[in-house]
């Protein structure tokens, strides 16, 4: 079994900074690519920031220049770093795995964790 644990949200003015974090368990971490996506209300699933194995990351256009993702496979964690929070950033960030899927729709696993709630709001 795969589980996906998100936290790190919260509240934050315009212009501030977040880091989330997607602790991960039931998979060999190391190896597989880690995405963060978010979700906001009556719009779909975005992929946010995805990082290879090998450290190699994309970014949406969207984020790119203001969130940072990394990992460290020795905690099995998966971080995004957001900086410069806009209120269009406000939404439900999510995690996912993929050692051959790692995409708009999800990675391996179809099943979605809680999620952490990000609001970026004055």
């Known amino acids: 079994q795969v589980q996906l644990v998100e936290s790190g949200g919260g509240l934050v003015q315009p212009g501030g900074s977040l880091r989330l974090s997607c602790a991960a368990s039931g998979i060999i971490f190391s190896i597989y690519s880690m995405g963060w996506y978010r979700q906001a209300p009556g719009k779909q699933r975005e992929l946010v920031a995805a990082?290879?194995?090998?450290?190699?990351?994309n970014y949406a256009d969207t984020t790119k220049g203001r969130f940072t993702i990394s990992r460290d496979n020795a905690k099995n964690t998966v971080y995004l770093q957001m900086n410069s929070l806009k209120p269009e950033d406000t939404a439900v960030y999510y995690c996912n795995a993929g050692l051959t899927t790692m995409n708009e729709k999800g990675g391996d696993f179809g099943s979605w964790g809680q999620g952490t709630q990000v609001t970026v709001s004055s």
């Open positions: 990082i290879t194995s090998g450290g190699r990351t």
